[in-house]
């Protein structure tokens, strides 16, 4: 088909591309329509006796304004199915952008990790500092806010041109339906290890696609901008995180059986009698998935007739400032706890040997008399030292420890709902 040849025709047709909300290749389409119509036109008023500039002016004078004829055509392309069949494309369009953005983030940020983490090394020859491991949880949430970003900016760009609408309108509606979808998933969606930083991420994850969504334009991720930012943000944010853990000591978890200061808040010392009841029947504890299971054969179950409410408890802890950084010395019972954080039953039975179940513990003999329940320590935001012990009230009346207490290493673990619910709660 005949292409414009006048800059008058050229100007006309780059208004139409600029307002028509389509894909380039459908643009395309339009535009050699619309040039072979004008050529077509400016022939038949040539031929009815007007001059080339002339007849060329009519043609276009013929069309109307060029906005409102862009408008007429998209909107006679407009239909349910194109719609449907955008939302499809943009949908796809979006999943591929948070694996892309994603991955593209990762990479960044974990490059990042391991040169400071040479770099640091080199150090510790000379200073004998050290650096933690990179947490991957915050590296896994800033790239999949990377991610949204990109998911928000594609999925517009993909709607909008499907469907023929202008960015403008779509961005309205891709903001609010991805930025709902998205929200679920940070609330209920994501579960793993959380502090309150990487809530925070978690909960901004729903604002970055809709960002991404509200600055949709031609230039998508990533941008020779976008790159800088992603790369400038792993160079920054990373030796930062790691330089701030350099000689923080690690946590660990502690045999049972030592006496921590404070520990009169958990219970009174074991009775003599007990002690003599189960001395030589064994014990041990172990904690997998969050939750802390601990026991302690009873050689004489009589020993504990006229006893009730036993129950494991796990105890708030500290490290204590200034001494033997050994934590067997260095952590107590947090002086501000009252009351237990989390309670979970603890019952007296015939048990299956613990040690079956990987204990490194001194073995309670299969089917003898047991002492045994669980407590789940992983939902406290504000905990990651814990005291966990079986107490018991005494015919006396008296709360007493019977086993333990032992202490664990914690974090939250659960989805970002469960995080806002656990501080709801006060725990």
């Known amino acids: 088909m005949p292409e414009p040849t006048t800059p008058e025709r050229d100007q006309f047709l780059q208004r139409i591309a600029a307002r028509l909300p389509f894909a380039e290749a459908e643009k395309l389409d339009i535009l050699r329509e619309l040039a072979g119509h004008l050529a077509d036109s400016t022939s038949r008023f040539e031929a009815q006796g007007l001059g080339g500039a002339a007849a060329e002016q009519a043609a276009l004078d013929q069309l109307g304004p060029p906005d409102r004829l862009a408008d007429e055509l998209a909107e006679a392309r407009h239909s349910p199915g194109r719609l449907l069949v955008a939302a499809g494309a943009g949908t796809w369009a979006a999943i591929g952008g948070v694996v892309y953005g994603y991955l593209f983030t990762v990479l960044a940020l974990v490059g990042a990790s391991l040169a400071t983490l040479v770099v640091v090394g080199s150090l510790h020859l000379f200073t004998g500092t050290s650096a933690g491991v990179p947490d991957l949880t915050t590296i896994t949430l800033v790239a999949l806010g990377v991610g949204a970003y990109v998911a928000g900016q594609r999925m517009t760009l993909t709607v909008a041109g499907r469907a023929g609408y202008h960015v403008r309108l779509v961005r309205r509606a891709t903001a609010l339906f991805g930025g709902v979808l998205v929200l679920a998933y940070a609330l209920v969606g994501w579960k793993g290890t959380l502090t309150w930083p990487e809530v925070g991420l978690l909960l901004s994850l729903p604002a970055w696609f809709v960002i991404g969504a509200w600055r949709a334009s031609e230039v998508q991720f990533p941008s020779r901008r976008w790159r800088l930012r992603v790369v400038g943000l792993a160079v920054i944010a990373v030796p930062m995180a790691l330089l701030l853990g350099l000689n923080q000591p690690g946590n660990g978890a502690g045999s049972g059986g030592f006496h921590p200061a404070g520990v009169d808040r958990i219970g009174l010392p074991t009775p003599d009698a007990i002690v003599a009841a189960t001395e030589s029947a064994g014990f041990g504890g172990m904690t997998t998935g969050g939750t802390s299971r601990i026991w302690i054969g009873v050689g004489d179950p009589a020993a504990l007739a006229g006893w009730s409410d036993f129950r494991v408890e796990a105890w708030r802890a500290i490290r204590l400032p200034g001494l033997d950084p050994d934590p067997d010395f260095g952590i107590a019972v947090d002086p501000g ?35 045994s329940g669980s407590v789940t320590i992983d939902r406290s935001p504000s905990v990651t030292l814990a005291w966990v012990a079986i107490t018991g009230v005494a015919p006396d009346g008296h709360r007493y420890i019977l086993q333990g207490p032992s202490y664990e290493s914690t974090a939250f673990n659960g989805t970002g709902l469960d995080w806002l619910a656990a501080v709801a709660s006060g725990r």
């Open 337 to 371: 706890a009252t009351a237990p954080f989390a309670i979970g039953p603890a019952r007296l039975g015939v048990g299956q040997d613990p040690l079956d179940a990987g204990s490194t513990d001194e073995s309670v003999p299969d089917g003898a008399t047991q002492l």
